[in-house]
C-alpha cells in the first residue's frame, strides 16, 4: 500500500517537493487528518461496484482513499499546477481518471457516461472549494446525474442550511431545494486543525442521500422553486406579504382567499412550511393562470 497523502509531514514535503503556492481564490485547503478523511470514504458507501467522482482532488489525499474503495474513481481539478503533481505521486491506477477542468462547465452526463458506465451507481465525495459550494451541488442535483449519495466536506453553516427543517432561522430556500433532491444528515463537524492551510471558517461533513424520486410532487418544477424563492424573499415579512409583491398588489384578495383555501395562514413566515406546503401552494398558484411560465 503506498504512503499516506493526508498527513501533515507528507503534505508538506510534497508542497516543498514540487513547490506548489497555495491559490486561496481555488478553495485550496488540503486535508491532513487520517480519521476524517476514513470517516468521509466511509459515509459514501462505496465497494468495487460503485463508482467516485471527486471534485477537486488537491494533491490527492481523498483520492488515494477513494482508490481503495471504489471500482472506478474519476476526480475534476481545476488547477493545471496539481495535475502532474498527482500524476506523479498517485500510484499509477488503471481505475483513477484525472481530469483537468472546471466542474462548473463540464458535460457531466457524457463524463459519467465515459467515466462510470457498468458500474452500479456513482457518489459524488469531495472535501469542495467553498467559493463554489452552492453552485456545484446544485449543478449535481439538477443535471439529474445518477447519483447514491453525495458526501462533501463544506462551510458548517452551508450544511446546517441545508439540512434545516422547517421552523428555525437556518430553513431557506436553499433547504428546500436540498431536500427536494435528498435526504441530507450530517456527519460530522471539523476543527481548523485539519487542513493547510487552515480556512477561517468552521467545516463540517455533510451526506445528501439522493432520492429516486423527489421528496414532493410537483406539476411545474422551476415555478415551485419560483414560489420558494418569493416566499422568502424578504425574511421578516409574513408569507402574505411576500406573496402579494409576488403576484402583484391588485391580487392581494385573492392571494389571502387561495391561501386559506389552501390552509395555509398568511402571518406565518416562509420558514415555517414544510415542501409538502411549499407544493400545495405552488400548485395553487399555478393553476390561477396569474404567472407566465
Ligand atoms: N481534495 C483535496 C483535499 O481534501 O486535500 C483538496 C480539497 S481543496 C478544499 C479544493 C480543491 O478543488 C482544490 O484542489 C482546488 O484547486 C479545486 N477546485 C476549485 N475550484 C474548482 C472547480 N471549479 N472545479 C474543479 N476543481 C476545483
Excluded at 486535508?31 to 468521509?40: E, P, V
Excluded at 433532491?181 to 492551510?197: A, D, R
Excluded at 408569507?239 to 398588489?249: I, R, S
Aim: with cysteine; aromatic share 6%.
Amino acid at each position: 500500500m503506498s504512503m499516506e497523502i493526508g498527513t501533515p509531514k507528507r503534505t508538506k514535503e510534497i508542497i516543498a517537493r514540487y513547490g506548489f503556492t497555495f491559490k486561496k481564490s481555488l478553495g485550496q485547503n488540503f486535508l491532513i487528518d487520517g480519521n476524517i478523511l476514513n470517516r468521509i470514504v466511509e459515509a459514501a458507501e462505496l465497494d468495487e461496484t460503485k463508482g467516485a467522482l471527486e471534485i477537486g482532488p488537491g494533491i490527492g489525499a481523498l483520492t488515494q482513499r477513494l482508490a481503495r474503495a471504489a471500482g472506478k474513481v474519476a476526480a475534476i481539478e481545476i488547477d493545471q499546477r496539481l495535475i502532474p503533481i498527482l500524476s506523479d505521486i498517485m500510484d499509477d491506477e488503471p481505475h483513477v481518471s484525472l481530469i483537468h477542468g472546471d466542474v462548473l462547465k463540464l458535460d457531466l452526463k457524457k463524463l459519467f457516461e465515459e467515466q462510470f458506465s457498468g458500474l452500479d451507481g456513482v457518489s459524488v465525495v469531495a472535501n469542495l472549494p467553498y467559493y463554489v459550494t452552492t453552485p456545484i451541488l446544485m449543478k449535481l442535483l439538477e443535471e439529474r446525474l445518477p447519483l447514491n449519495h453525495i458526501v462533501v466536506m463544506i462551510q458548517k453553516e452551508v450544511a446546517e442550511r441545508m439540512a434545516a427543517k422547517p421552523g428555525g432561522k437556518e430553513y431557506g430556500s436553499l433547504s428546500v431545494a436540498v431536500q427536494y433532491y435528498c435526504e441530507p444528515s450530517l456527519v460530522c463537524t471539523v476543527p481548523h486543525t485539519v487542513f493547510i492551510p487552515q480556512p477561517n471558517v468552521d467545516s463540517a461533513v455533510i451526506k445528501l442521500s439522493v432520492r429516486d424520486k423527489p421528496a414532493v410532487e410537483v406539476a411545474d418544477e422551476s415555478f415551485f422553486f419560483r414560489v420558494v424563492q418569493a416566499s422568502f424573499a424578504q425574511r421578516r415579512k409574513t408569507l402574505g406579504n411576500n406573496l402579494t409583491a409576488f403576484a402583484g398588489k391588485e391580487r392581494r384578495e385573492a392571494l389571502l382567499a387561495l391561501l386559506a383555501a389552501a390552509g395555509i395562514d398568511p402571518v406565518r413566515r416562509g420558514e415555517t412550511l414544510s415542501l409538502e406546503e411549499f407544493a400545495a401552494l405552488s400548485k395553487a398558484l399555478l393553476a390561477t393562470g396569474w404567472f407566465n411560465r
